[in-house]
């Protein structure tokens, strides 16, 4: 297996569309990674915008964790996110073959460049990315995330 490709969150739902059609289980299980405040809430509305459909609530479905998959019907998409304490997609394969009887289809890893040392140390950053594609199936970066802790719930 080669390195997972590298993309920004506004061109992650065509890459993620290519990737997952390779699949033939219905619908496609996509284990989603990232640290808090990386984006991963945002990657999966940015997804489940872009292949929604009005006419099936169910097509896209994004739940907070393997222990929540099954608790809501989905169609073709079912984007599971998972904390980044548990990154090994082995051990979550298992988790899932456990809940459901098969693993996921795909890993992605949602990651802010901008807390992790790319504008201040960006050979580290160089070597944080080659361990994410090398573990993963596509890597995203959402520059524009931020701590949910310091947004304004007021104007958001």
Not at 7 to 20: H, N
Not at 80 to 102: C, D, F, S
Not at 106 to 135: D, I
Request: with cysteine; hydrophobic share 35%; proline share 7%.
């Amino acid at each position: 297996m080669g390195l997972a490709d590298v993309v920004q969150i506004e061109d992650a739902p065509a890459r993620l569309k290519a990737l997952v059609q390779q699949g033939e289980q219905q619908p496609r299980m996509i284990g989603v990674y990232g640290f808090p405040d990386e984006g991963k809430t945002h990657f999966c509305k940015t997804v489940r915008e872009a292949y929604g459909n009005e006419n099936d609530p169910w097509k896209v479905m994004f739940v907070d964790g393997i222990e929540q998959v099954g608790r809501y019907p989905c169609t073709e998409y079912y984007l599971v996110q998972i904390p980044a304490q548990i990154t090994t997609k082995e051990v979550n394969n298992e988790l899932l073959k456990r809940a459901i009887g098969r693993p996921f289809d795909l890993h992605v890893v949602v990651v802010n460049p901008n807390v992790r040392e790319k504008t201040t140390a960006p050979e580290r950053y160089k070597t944080f990315l080659a361990y994410l594609q090398s573990r993963c199936d596509l890597v995203v970066e959402n520059p524009k995330a931020e701590p949910k802790a310091t947004r304004n719930i007021w104007t958001a």
